[in-house]
Nanobody, 120 residues
Framework: QVQLVESGGGLVQAGGSLRLSCAAS????????MGWFRQAPGKEREFVAH????????YYRDSVKGRFTISRDNAKNTVYLQMNSLKPEDTAVYYC?????????????WGQGTQVTVSS
């Protein structure tokens, strides 16, 4: 099992930047694929970004490509989401998630979320 704790959210003006962090417990962090999701008020949770175990591959939703960067430091058991050129529509609670690297694995582990608010 892995426990996840996000930090780094806050209030920022449009065009600004934030860096989210997600600290994971346990000694098996490097065996998990990691992802970021977000949920805006009245909307369903949506995928934002995903990184494989060794950072060999990253994936993003189209609306954040070129603005957000996911990375991980396996020595620190931490995954990051660097968010640049933020827009009001990026306002949401951002969640860190983990899943096994096995094919078709579900995102079984979730953090409590961190609020990101982008003012216009």
């Amino acid at each position: 099992q892995v426990q996840l704790v996000e930090s780094g959210g806050g209030l920022v003006q449009a065009g600004g930047s934030l860096r989210l962090s997600c600290a994971a417990s346990g000694r098996t962090f490097s065996t998990y694929e990691m992802g970021w999701f977000r949920q805006a008020p009245g909307k369903e949770r949506e995928f934002v970004a995903h990184i494989t175990r060794s950072s060999g591959s990253t994936y993003y939703r189209d609306s954040v490509k070129g603005r957000f960067t996911i990375s991980r430091d396996n020595a620190k058991n931490t995954v990051y989401l660097q968010m640049n050129s933020l827009k009001p529509e990026d306002t949401a609670v951002y969640y860190c998630a983990a899943r096994s690297a096995a094919p078709l694995s579900a995102w079984n582990y979730w953090g409590q979320g961190t609020q990101v608010t982008v003012s216009s």
